[in-house]
């Protein structure tokens, strides 16, 4: 029979450490012991399965699983925001709650402090004028462009917009084409159109 000590050190550690089946409890032990950076969750929406992740600055990404893979979003975070990358729904909530009203049409603006730590300079000029387009609303890429004071880099800002690391939230399907042509978009153009026909366009 082992030492008593050693039963009851056993006994204390069992009940101290979740069982390593638990995702959800290492999660949790990880965020209360200040180890993780960024946390995400896999996401159903009415525009298909979206992976959210978010960091104690704010949300960080909003990406399309069928055209940017989990695995290739996850990289991308562990090497540009930090390796501390856990899946963890609770610090998401926030999000979800305003994405799931958004989708219902109870919510028209979005409340969110955001971690621009993806974006570059000017993708933060153009994704900050972005994200104050007004629901229901479009501008063209030359509006931005000229928002922005850069009334040449109309390119430039559409390529900034097709970066856009936070769609849905920072508006980029709000930004069309010259003549009102739906333009390219992060996730595709039929996901552009369901976004701005929910919005009533």
Known sequence: MSDPLEQRLAGAAAAIEPPAHDPARLAAGAREAGLEDVAYTLEDSPVGEILIAVTPRGLVTISYLNTFPAEATLEELATRVSPRVLEDAPPTDEARRQLDE????????????????????????????????????????????????????????????????????????????????????????????????????
């Open 102 to 201: 958004y989708f219902a049409g109870r919510r028209r603006r979005f409340e969110l402090a955001l971690d621009w730590t993806l974006v570059g300079p000017f993708g933060r000029e153009v994704l900050g004028h972005t994200a104050a387009i007004p629901y229901g609303e479009v501008e063209t890429y030359g509006d931005v462009a000229r928002a922005i004071g850069k009334p040449r880099a109309a390119r430039a800002t559409g390529n900034a917009l097709g970066s856009n690391p936070m769609p849905i939230v920072v508006p980029c399907h709000r930004v069309v084409r010259a003549g009102g042509k739906m333009g390219h978009y992060t996730g595709g153009a039929e996901r552009k159109r369901q976004l701005l026909t929910l919005e009533g366009r």
